[in-house]
């Protein structure tokens, strides 16, 4: 089994996390997303769309899609549980999930892609697109208060893929100038909390 | 259990196919988006972020997030298999599920987001990334006619939920102008055969 991976990008960092809260060691081989490597034919092969990170297994099928990766390895060894444990936890988990990627780090995803001159070669930019997703991650932070004002974790009691998303949005949206501000103290709390987990060195 | 649902949307009928599907009947209400009963205070307080679907359990808890809904049901009644029996299909299914989300279904959400003149009132409109959205979901259809030129259905043998958030997506094309091309005979040929089934009308 070897993960594909490349240190600098938000994406396959989600996965390393998972893996290090699992406490399992995957051979990684690093792909130079500004080297141009994930575009390269024999990366396309695993990777159509030359994505990162990529896991291929043993028997050579591969699997993409971060969320997907974590998936397999919840399956494999499914404690301790990251993506819930009964019908309803793991709706819920997969919910908040799915809330922190599409409302969070995608609108902090797309700010970064259509604002950043680092990415102008690589991305067609279109700055007012960026300007509104800045402002629907910015308000979301703001929703995101008042939700862990209600709980420790995102998805609730216990700590779950739904943090480890959430994370990476965050500290990836120091790429994209969006920072949590010092009145959301609930992020604060539970920001600092999760930092501090040893997987978030990952 | 109560699903809060809109006929006229496309979120609301991935979970209606998956229902029927199973051959799962859950009653509905039916909320009105062009008359604005998803942004009432009554309807927030069941999904925050004023998005449909929705499902009420009979104990009150909330889930939001078509995919995390399905899940439910999926967990509840395993059978017939939507989302993989094993480790790797579960993965699997979950990596082309998210394939046909992130790159046809969302380009095709963001077209009609960002062009369409009926959601101008709805939504701050960039003309421009409407286009740009519609180039990323054309060019998704012509490699997911290499892609179904290798199997039956999206993910593989089986009918899976991939295939409802494709056919979904393929039929909200039409209010982008976003049309399979008569050439991708391998889409052409897939379409007909998951449109052909009874739950597509759902």
């Known amino acids: ?9 938000p994406n396959p960092r989600r996965v390393r996390i998972f893996l290090a809260e699992k406490g399992i060691t995957v051979p990684t081989q690093e792909i130079s997303i500004m080297g141009g490597e994930h575009k390269t034919d024999a990366y396309r092969k695993l990777s159509p769309m030359a994505l ?3 896991l291929e297994l043993d028997d050579g099928r591969v699997l993409t899609e971060t969320v997907a990766i974590c998936r397999y390895f919840e ?3 499914p404690a301790p549980a990251l993506m819930g444990t009964d019908a309803f936890s793991k709706a819920n988990v997969e919910m908040w999930q799915r809330r922190m990627e599409m409302e969070l780090f995608l609108p902090i995803a797309m700010t970064f892609r259509h604002t950043h001159p680092a990415m102008a070669q690589l991305e067609e930019q279109i700055a007012a697109f960026g300007e509104v997703s800045r402002g629907r991650a910015t308000r979301r932070i703001d929703i995101l208060d008042a939700d862990l004002g209600k709980t420790r974790y995102i998805a609730g009691d216990a700590f779950s893929i739904a943090d480890i998303t959430a994370m990476v949005a965050i500290d990836f949206g120091r790429s994209a100038r969006i920072k949590v501000p010092e009145t959301a103290t609930n992020v604060q709390r539970w920001y600092a909390e999760v930092s501090a987990r040893p997987s978030a060195a990952a």
């Open 52 to 54: 990162v990170p990529a």
């Open 75 to 77: 399956e494999l060894h």
């Open 1 to 9: 089994m070897k993960l594909y991976d490349t240190k600098l990008a």
